[in-house]
Nanobody, 115 residues
Framework: QVQLVESGGGLVQPGGSLSLSCAAS????????MGWYRQAPGKQRELVAAITSGGNTNYADSVKGRFTISRDNAKNTMYLQMNSLKPEDTAVYYCNAEKWGANSWGQGTQVTVSS
């Protein structure tokens, strides 16, 4: 199984920026599809962005052009750079690792966008 630890969440003003990191414990990190999900109060968990082992990316329409997902396979780490943040981005953000149809999840990190 893969252990995942998120970091970088916090409080930021609308229009500000924040960067999240997800550290993975597997020696074959390069072979996993990685993703960021988020869940706001009263809402379903939704996919924010994903990145394949080959580096292909996919974004939710709501964050396209504002967020950037990336990975550093040498460091077993995935990142999410969030710019032009809006109050509706407020949620708990979760790291996900997928391979062979199985998913691993991190504990989540809170992102709050408020003035």
């Amino acid at each position: 199984q893969v252990q995942l630890v998120e970091s970088g969440g916090g409080l930021v003003q609308p229009g500000g920026s924040l960067s999240l990191s997800c550290a993975a414990s597997t020696s074959i990190f390069r072979l996993y599809t990685m993703g960021w999900y988020r869940q706001a109060p009263g809402k379903q968990r939704e996919l924010v962005a994903a990145i394949t082992s080959g580096g292909n990316t996919n974004y939710a329409d709501s964050v396209k052009g504002r967020f950037t997902i990336s990975r550093d396979n040498a460091k077993n780490t995935m990142y999410l750079q969030m710019n032009s943040l809006k109050p509706e981005d407020t949620a708990v953000y979760y790291c996900n690792a997928e391979k062979w149809g199985a998913n691993s999840w991190g504990q989540g990190t809170q992102v709050t966008v408020s003035s």
